[in-house]
């Protein structure tokens, strides 16, 4: 046969079948079940072919539909053998749950923390400035007596202070801000103690007194911390490897006087090595964002950049499981499960060290968590239908009803659950839309969502009463313990998946 022979030949149907050769008498081989139609033909067919099959599949969707919002019908048609005008028990569900939460992750939004970085100068009319000024009034009006403004005024001040040591003296412009915001700290302090002497009715000795009484204290407070260096004191770069090297040439003449047969004291103190050297990158950092918001003007910036750019800045990073003393460490320090082989082990460890840093991750991005249980939903829902299924077997084992039975009932009524929140979703997605243009769709919206979540309990009982037909007393019963038992199972299937998703982010 010749090659245009060949293509002609997908155009018209063969008298016999192209697989066995039996002589053909319809769209299918009466002898091995093969289509007439050939999936290799022209471009234009076979998007005719899609478009039919399209809108066929379409009409069973709505008759679905249209029939799922009454409790219980689809279930009790497709079992007593109504089955060609639905669609499947399983395919619906599981297109109903894709595009349930594919827009949901389209609808929820949860921002990032976002950074403002602002340059103040010396201008009263400067917007920037004005707002300084009014957060740090609100800050001090909180004081009730002059001890409380001193030792609000010192936090902030020291604060400031950190701020702008952290910058090279050689920027002076950058700088700047920081030393306005201090002049704004003292001009509202020094404006709510004098709302204090008023309202007081204090003196100037008395207020005098109260301030150096404070001062002392705040002073004494501040040499005491002096005492015992802290990493997350250092006010510089040149201090942080100051005392970077300070504790880790003390750790390591340490390390260096156990014996070898002191594992456990070793592996603390190599611990303790690592977690200071962490601490130091940890502050470096901060002071590296520090310096770069003051020198970069007026921007919006998200916590996550500044993290992915200059380091993490969560300096408390310890991990401790089951109870331990010491901290979790991948190589010093793993979880070690004694019955399982060591490349066992090793992949548990790894997860630890994924999920570690990915919890951090989610710190500076809480639309992460949102995203991955938002993922984590569907999953649950598709492996606890049979389970659902099984439960529903339990409560009626005398009602002579197979298992496969239970299971259809199960998958239209989490396809109908699928369908509610779906609509829940769009109506979210509408009140974004339309309630900051008209406010009023705002409570229309949040009615009728109120009135989604209050129906989908009492719309599955509803369905339970109809298909199995007990009585309302027995129904509600074993409705009630069922939900109970089956509502335990999802909620620790999806924060389990959660977790599995995070650690696999």
Not at 116 to 139: S, Y
Not at 150 to 168: F, K, M, N, Y
Not at 298 to 322: P, Q, V
Request: aromatic fraction near 8%.
């Amino acid at each position: 046969m010749s090659s245009s022979t060949g293509h002609a030949s997908h155009d018209v149907h063969p008298t016999h079948c192209e697989n066995c050769g039996a002589a053909l008498q319809g769209h299918y081989c009466h002898d091995c079940g093969q289509s007439v139609v050939n999936p290799i033909r022209h471009a234009a067919h076979a998007m005719e072919e899609v478009f039919e099959a399209f809108w066929h599949l379409d009409g069973r969707i709505f008759r679905t539909l249209r029939d799922l919002v009454s409790p219980g019908r689809v279930a009790i048609n497709y079992l007593s053998g109504q089955r060609a005008k639905y669609v499947a028990p399983l395919r619906l569900f599981v297109v109903l749950s894709v595009l349930t939460f594919f827009v949901a992750q389209l609808v929820i939004h949860v921002e990032s923390q976002d950074t403002t970085v602002e340059l103040l100068d010396e201008g009263v009319g400067n917007p920037g400035r004005t707002q300084n000024v009014n957060r740090e009034n609100k800050r001090f009006a909180t004081a009730t007596t002059i001890e409380q403004v001193e030792r609000i005024r010192a936090t902030q001040l020291a604060e400031l202070a950190e701020g702008r040591d952290a910058v090279s003296t050689m920027l002076p412009h950058v700088r700047k801000p920081f030393e306005v915001a201090m002049v704004d700290v003292n001009t509202a302090a020094d404006k709510r103690i004098q709302q204090l002497v008023k309202t007081q009715d204090l003196t100037a000795n008395e207020v005098e007194k109260e301030k150096a009484a404070a001062r002392k204290e705040i002073e004494a407070e501040r040499s005491e911390t002096k005492s015992t260096p802290e990493m997350d004191k250092a006010k510089t770069l040149a201090e942080v490897e100051t005392l970077r090297d300070e504790q880790v040439r003390k750790q390591q003449a340490e390390l260096a006087a156990l014996k070898p047969t002191q594992t456990a004291e070793r592996r603390r103190l190599q611990v303790e090595i690592r977690e200071t050297n962490e601490a130091a990158g940890c502050r470096a950092a901060q002071l590296q964002i520090a310096a770069a918001r003051g020198s970069e003007g007026m921007r919006t910036r998200k916590a996550a950049a500044e993290a992915r750019i200059y380091g993490e800045t969560n300096c408390d990073g310890r991990l401790t499981l089951f109870g331990s003393d010491e901290p979790w460490d991948e190589e010093l320090n793993p979880l070690v499960v004694s019955w399982v082989p060591d490349f066992v082990n090793k992949w548990i460890n790894r997860q630890i060290a994924h999920g570690k840093d990915n919890v951090a991750r989610l710190q500076h991005d809480p639309g992460l968590f949102v995203k991955a249980m938002l993922g984590a939903v569907p999953s649950a829902l598709f492996l606890l239908v049979p389970v659902f299924a099984l439960l529903l077997k339990l409560a009626y084992v005398g009602s002579k009803r197979l298992y496969l039975e239970h299971l259809v009932v199960a998958l239209y009524s989490h396809a109908y659950l699928c369908l509610a929140i779906l609509t829940f979703f769009l109506l979210m997605a509408l009140d974004n839309a339309i309630t900051p243009k008209w406010a009023g769709f705002g409570w229309i919206t949040g009615t009728l969502e109120f009135l989604i979540w209050m129906w989908m309990p009492i719309y599955l009982w509803i369905m339970q009463k109809r298909v199995y037909g007990n009585g309302w007393l027995l129904t509600s019963l074993r409705y009630f313990v069922i939900g109970n038992l089956y509502f335990v199972l999802l909620g620790f299937a999806v924060v389990f998946i959660t977790i599995a998703s995070i650690v696999r982010m």
